[in-house]
């Protein structure tokens, strides 16, 4: 299958190892990215103060995509969420439809749709599966331990993920992670937020959100968090020394994106999948999957 690749605005700037490993291991399991230049910010950055600009942003993106006749496959959270849940209003609300083909005219676009947006882990779960994962797996991460995080976007809007995960019990995961020979681990923050919502409001509040579910992974037998959007990144990887110094405590919680474990399980190495990009270095991880 292909899909026009949306890396959004966090991604190239401060994800570079989470795109290289998307690329790679979507490669490796027959899926095709094409790159789109002309894609803009998904709108999500406007939502709490403009709705209709939001509305007009993520539509310029769909609409540029229903040219291209591909659907979109998004890395971060909240550009899959936005797109989608944008896809959705156009689709059922004709009288936003024509205000946002109104404003698009302007610069020459117009959409009718419906164009298909999914997250790059829901690409995996109903274009492979966990089973194509097991059956494509040359190098299964036998003793490797890790612990999800899912992010607050990644089953939202919830009428929109009928059918792929439950947004209150969510599993699929822990099952693409379980996919690759490793275990997946549970702890008690494993639904949290990671804080990256009220980051530009407040950075008390951010990182004592943060630090709650760094704390109870690094209290289990994981050798990783395992991540899939590149803002919860910022707060647990980026804000993690920052955290800890404040907090007084001495821990180091490595991060990780899940396509980073898949691409190991898949056969590729650590610096094809940019893992010396990631700050805190996963050394334990690697050293049982690479020696």
């Known amino acids: ?9 966090t991604v190239p700037v401060r994800n570079l190892n989470y795109e290289l490993a998307a690329r790679l291991t979507a490669e490796r399991l027959g899926i095709k990215f094409r790159d789109l230049e002309s894609f803009g910010c998904c709108g999500f950055p406007l939502k709490s103060l403009d709705a209709e600009d939001t509305l007009v942003a993520a539509a310029r993106n ?8 591909l659907e979109i496959c998004a890395l971060c959270n909240a550009c899959a969420g936005t797109l989608a849940e944008t896809a959705h209003t156009l689709e059922t609300d004709p009288e936003t439809k024509a205000m946002v083909n109104e404003r698009l005219a302007a610069v020459g676009l117009r959409y009718e749709g419906p164009v298909r947006v999914r997250h790059y882990m829901r690409l995996l779960w109903e274009e492979v599966g966990p089973a194509g994962i097991r059956s494509a797996v040359t190098k299964p991460l036998d003793g490797v331990v890790l612990a999800p995080h899912y992010g607050c976007h990644y089953l939202k809007p919830s009428e929109l993920t009928v059918g792929f995960d439950s947004p209150d019990v969510p599993a699929t995961l822990a099952e693409l992670i379980a996919a690759t020979g490793a275990r997946s681990v549970d702890y008690p923050s494993l639904k949290e937020c990671c804080g990256g919502g009220v980051l530009g409001i407040s950075e008390e509040v951010a990182n004592a959100l943060a ?3 760094l704390q109870d992974v690094a209290e289990t037998e994981a050798q990783a968090l395992v991540l899939v959007c590149p803002f919860c990144n910022v707060m647990y990887e980026g804000q993690q020394k920052k955290i800890f110094k404040e907090a007084g405590l001495d821990l180091k919680v490595p991060v990780v994106y899940y396509p980073q474990i898949l691409g190991l399980a ?10 010396k990009l990631n700050r ?4 334990e991880l690697l050293k049982i999957v690479e020696g």
Not at 1 to 9: K, R, S, T
Not at 62 to 69: D, H, K, N, S, W
Not at 266 to 275: I, K, M, R, V
């Open 1 to 9: 299958m292909e899909a026009l690749l949306y890396l959004g605005c």
């Open 62 to 69: 769909l609409a540029l995509a229903e040219r291209e006749g």
């Open 211 to 213: 630090s709650i579910k």
């Open 266 to 275: 898949l056969g590729l190495s650590s610096q094809e999948l940019g893992f």
């Open 280 to 283: 805190v270095k996963p050394s």
